[in-house]
């Protein structure tokens, strides 16, 4: 069948003006999308630099959780930016953002534990129990802090060993902060003949306590009797003390008031000999 070649040219032209339709509407297309994609960068790093901004002014608002929300709104901005370039060339979005969600939840399940060590490093560090530099105890972790992460917290322990605890961890128990007050009581106690004069040791160890610089002046040093024994009786001295000097006020008292006792004649009793055993008993 011979070819016509007025209808062949009219093919072509007619291929030539949808080609070019379809070059002239992905041209826009394209070049909308580079708008909307350079806009929604500058976006994103408006609104991540006004969030970072904006949640400094909040009083005690931590340094990382101010990092982690300007990120999630950056982030957010560019997906939703994404989205939108790819509806400029006719993609169905419904489905993305489906398959999105399927993706979020499928990454949540797997990393579940991961995901509850997040959100207990936000609540630590938005209720802040425990900062750097505090000495805290939580079950059996105990030790200073040296970094609070999303996902863990670590600290030194006071021989020195390096723990890393996971969050949730630190969030599902009680926390005993012993620097958080400022200062912290000391019990001393000490025990001596019960033939020795009780009034005289006790106003020794306040003597003791009225010398000491480290020891606050309120609330006052006490010095008691705790408890009583066939030959001995415990006197307790009772003061407080900054968090800081806690242990070195304790080991140093502790110290005077053995030394303090010995020059004033003030006896600590021996304790009794043991039983020889039975085959000594017998010669």
Do not use: C
Not at 5 to 22: E, F, I, R, Y
Not at 30 to 43: N, S
Not at 92 to 97: D, L, V
Not at 155 to 172: C, E, F, H, K, Q
């Amino acid at each position: 069948m011979p070819i016509d070649p007025q209808n062949t040219l009219l093919t072509v032209q007619a291929g030539l003006a949808q080609l070019s339709t379809l070059i002239v509407s992905y041209s826009f297309s394209a070049i909308g999308a580079i708008i909307l994609l350079v806009v929604g960068y500058i976006v994103a790093g408006l609104a991540e630099r006004s969030i970072f901004a904006g949640l400094g002014h909040i009083h005690g608002f931590d340094q990382t959780l101010r990092h982690f929300f300007s990120k999630i709104v950056r982030y957010a901005i560019l997906i939703l930016v994404v989205i939108m370039v790819l509806g400029q060339f006719g993609v169905q979005t419904a489905s993305i953002i489906a398959a999105i969600g399927a993706i979020g939840l499928a990454i949540g399940l797997a990393l579940q534990g991961t995901l509850q060590n997040i959100a207990a490093g936000i609540m630590l560090l938005a209720l802040r129990p425990f900062r750097i530099g505090e000495s805290v105890e939580v079950g059996s972790i105990a030790g200073s802090i040296e970094e609070i992460g999303l996902f863990a917290t670590k600290l030194r322990t006071a021989d020195g060993v390096y723990i890393l605890a996971p969050n949730s961890t630190l969030w599902n128990q009680p926390v005993r902060n012993f620097s958080r007050n400022g200062v912290r009581r000391t019990d001393i106690t000490l025990s001596i003949g019960s033939w020795n004069d009780i009034d005289g040791a006790q106003k020794t160890l306040l003597a003791i306590a009225g010398a000491e610089k480290r020891i606050r002046r309120e609330p006052a040093p006490i010095a008691f009797l705790a408890s009583l024994g066939d030959t001995t009786v415990s006197l307790t001295l009772r003061y407080w003390t900054s968090a800081a000097d806690y242990f070195s006020t304790n080991i140093d008292m502790t110290k005077r008031a053995k030394q303090t006792f010995d020059s004033q004649g003030i006896s600590i009793p021996l304790p009794p000999p043991e039983a020889p055993p039975p085959e000594v008993r017998k010669q």
